[in-house]
C-alpha cells in the first residue's frame, strides 16, 4: 500500500495550525498511526488507530479520517513541533510509511 | 521508562556481513513483537522485519528476504539482526522498535531506539 503524504512542506507561524493529509491506495481501515521526527532523531509515535493519542502526547495533536484519506491537525504550533512528520498504515502487509510533510516555521 | 539501545552499525563493503544489536529494558521483553525498520537518508522510514514474542515467527520485506535474519534472546533482553550479502542500497539508519501488541502483532511502533548507521560502500 502506497503512503502518500502532503504538503511535502508547510509553512507555519508559531501559534498556527497545521493541517496535514495523508492518502492510502487502498483502503487501510482506520489502521493508521502519525509519527514525528526530529533532526538525528528516531520518529516517536503521536497517534494510532488514526484518532488515538499516544501516551504523553498534548492535545493539540488529533488525527481523524478513515479507509483511504487522513489528516493529522496541531491546534497551535508550539516551537518544539516544527519537524518531520510521517504517517504509516499497519492494515495491509507489509507495513509502509509515507514520504513525511516537513512543518517549518513561517 | 522503555529503553532500546542498537549497536554493531558501521561501514561495510558490498557482500559484506554485519549483525546489528537491540539491548531493551524499562519492559518485559519477552513478552512482545519486536520490529527492525530502516531509513536511508532524507528518505522516510521501511519495515524491515518482525519477530514474536518466542521467536518462532519471523517476517520480512521483500527487499531483504534471503539476506537478513532477525533473532533475539529472550535471556538477554536482546534483538539481533544478522545482515549477509550486503548492498549499497541497504544504506541506513536502522532502528529496532517495540510492537504494542502483546497478543497479536500490530505492526506499528510505539518505542523506538536511537538508530545506528548502516553504510555498505566500497
Known amino acids: 500500500t502506497v503512503m502518500t503524504q502532503s504538503p511535502a512542506t508547510l509553512s507555519v507561524s508559531p501559534g498556527g495550525r497545521a493541517t496535514l493529509s495523508c492518502t492510502a491506495s487502498?483502503?487501510?481501515?482506520?489502521?493508521l498511526a502519525w509519527y514525528q521526527q526530529k533532526p538525528g532523531q528516531a520518529p516517536r509515535l503521536l497517534i494510532y488507530?488514526?484518532?488515538s493519542r499516544a501516551t504523553g502526547i498534548p492535545a493539540r495533536f488529533s488525527g481523524s479520517g478513515s479507509g483511504t484519506e487522513f489528516t493529522l491537525t496541531i491546534s497551535s504550533l508550539q516551537s518544539e513541533d516544527f519537524a518531520v512528520y510521517y504517517c504509516q498504515q499497519y492494515d495491509n502487509w507489509p507495513p509502509t510509511f509515507g514520504g513525511g510533510t516537513k512543518v517549518e516555521i513561517k | 521508562e522503555v529503553q532500546l539501545v542498537e549497536s554493531g552499525g558501521g561501514l561495510v563493503q558490498p557482500g559484506g556481513s554485519l549483525r546489528l544489536s537491540c539491548a531493551a529494558s524499562g519492559f518485559t521483553f519477552s513478552i512482545y513483537w519486536m520490529h527492525w525498520v530502516r531509513q536511508a537518508p532524507g528518505k522516510g522510514p521501511v519495515w524491515v522485519s518482525r519477530i514474536n514474542s518466542d521467536g518462532r515467527s519471523t517476517s520480512y520485506a521483500e527487499s531483504v528476504k534471503g539476506r537478513f535474519t532477525i533473532s533475539r534472546d529472550n535471556a538477554k533482553n536482546t534483538l539481533y539482526l544478522q545482515m549477509n550479502s550486503l548492498r549499497a542500497e541497504d544504506t541506513a539508519v536502522y532502528y529496532c522498535?517495540?510492537?504494542?501488541?502483546?497478543?497479536?502483532?500490530?505492526?506499528?511502533?510505539?518505542?523506538w531506539g536511537q538508530g545506528t548507521v548502516v553504510t555498505v560502500s566500497s
Open positions: 488507530g488514526a484518532s
Open positions: 487502498q483502503s487501510v481501515s482506520s489502521t
Open positions: 522498535a517495540r510492537d504494542p501488541s502483546i497478543v497479536l502483532v500490530d505492526d506499528y511502533f510505539d518505542y
